[in-house]
């Protein structure tokens, strides 16, 4: 899941928005690093990335990708769900998208405070200012996303033929997230009220 989903898991777990955006920013330990409510939100995201990653069905989505394309499949299927999330956001969420986005910022913004990465920081400016969340429901923004993510490192530039893999499975992929992601609200739901109940194990 990219940057939408989680935050829109964040919203539906009533988990903080910003510890949710910062799980790829911070390493090791986040209770040592953050708040608790933001070191929580760090805890679901990776519960998330790691809960669907290892899913059937996104094992079943992989399939799709072939040659050394699939090695990079993990990445474009995250941004490829946050594309479907954006396209039928108004089966999961009772606010228009645009509206959610705007309450987003403004509730994250809210909550800086301390030693927040500057690489994070760096990152949230341009998503916010250029509206990358509401761009995902077009799937050429997610192209554009996939290169220029590829053009960061060169060991990552097999990602950028990634994108023709998702159009020719679009119809395949779209039924997939429409059985996966429901599955990962319940999960994700379920693991936050295991920590609230104080049965979690730190991670």
Known sequence: MNFL???HIADHCQSSLLGNLLGDFIKGDPHSQLMPDLAAGVRLHRFVDSYSDHHPLTQTAKQVFSGSARR????????FWDHC????WQEF???PLARFCQQAEHQIRQQQQGDIPSRYLQMEKYMWRERWLESYRQLDNIELALQQISQRRTRMEELSRCFPYLVKGYEELNGLFTELYPEVLSAAQAKVQ??????????
């Open 194 to 203: 295991q920590d609230q109940a104080g049965i979690g194990q730190p991670g």
């Open 72 to 79: 990079f499949a993990p990445i474009a299927l995250d941004m």
């Open 93 to 95: 969420h009772p606010l």
């Open 85 to 88: 999330l954006a396209k039928r």
């Open 5 to 7: 989903a989680h935050l």
